[in-house]
Nanobody, 120 residues
């Protein structure tokens, strides 16, 4: 299983970024996909998950600002992040599993991460 993540960068507060995560080595369409983030000195936290049936769940801290989506033809997971805040600054990771971990950091497969920095 491999992931290729991209889309991170530095933006000012209020700006937007779109993260991408392309997976290989597994049946993407049958797998639940999630985004997590970890800020320096903090524990990894779940941001959003999109299940194989297309249903999504979000952390309260990003609800209404972030949108998770998936393209099962391109085997790619996305995270559209709008109205970014300095507290969104973190390394963002994609994750995959067939077990319903929701937003718990117990997923089996993880990407290497892409850095997001939001300045005030």
């Amino acid at each position: 299983v491999q992931f290729e993540e991209s889309g991170g960068g530095s933006v000012q507060a209020g700006g937007s970024l779109r993260l991408s995560c392309t997976g290989s080595g597994f049946t993407f369409e049958d797998t639940d996909m999630a985004w997590f983030r970890q800020a320096r000195g903090k524990e990894r936290e779940g941001v959003a998950v999109i299940y194989s049936n297309g249903r999504a769940t979000y952390a309260d801290s990003v609800l209404g600002r972030f949108t998770i989506s998936r393209d099962n033809v391109q085997n790619t997971l996305y995270l559209q992040m709008n109205s970014l805040k300095p507290e969104d600054t973190a390394m963002y990771y994609c994750a995959a599993d067939r077990i319903d971990w929701v937003l718990l950091p117990k997923y089996t497969y993880w990407g290497r991460g892409t850095q997001v920095a939001v300045s005030s």
